[in-house]
């Protein structure tokens, strides 16, 4: 059975940083798209930032420039380094990945999701 295990979220202060880590684990055929999603209160989940195996990222515009996503494809692994954190940046942060845990089919996976809060 497949599981995105993520770590690194806490209690930081405004301009600090952070740094997410996810791996996925279990029968794992391929890994495409791995990505960061949060969600504040009262508020829906958003995507942050994607990476694909390729390497190729995208994030959202309010997160450019201070955040960064990478992966290690050896390791199943997506992390997000978040730098110059502000209060609007505090939310649970859910790892996902499209992952084939066969050649024959492929889903979307969740993390447990991590919580992350920016003090002023």
């Known amino acids: 059975q497949v599981q995105l295990v993520e770590s690194g979220g806490g209690l930081v202060q405004a301009g600090g940083s952070l740094r997410l880590s996810c791996a996925a684990s279990?029968?794992?055929?391929?890994?495409?798209?791995m990505a960061w999603y949060r969600q504040a209160p009262g508020k829906q989940r958003e995507l942050v930032a994607q990476?694909?195996?390729?390497?190729?990222?995208s994030l959202a515009d309010s997160v450019k420039g201070r955040f960064t996503i990478s992966r290690d494809n050896a390791k199943n692994a997506v992390y997000l380094q978040m730098d110059s954190l502000i209060p609007e940046d505090t939310a649970v942060y859910y790892c996902?990945?499209?992952?084939?845990?066969?050649?024959?089919?492929?889903?979307?996976?969740w993390g447990q999701g991590t919580q992350v809060t920016v003090s002023s």
């Open positions: 996902n990945a499209d992952i084939w845990p066969s050649r024959w089919e492929t889903r979307a996976y």
């Open positions: 990476v694909r195996s390729g390497g190729s990222t």
């Open positions: 279990g029968s794992i055929f391929r890994v495409d798209v």
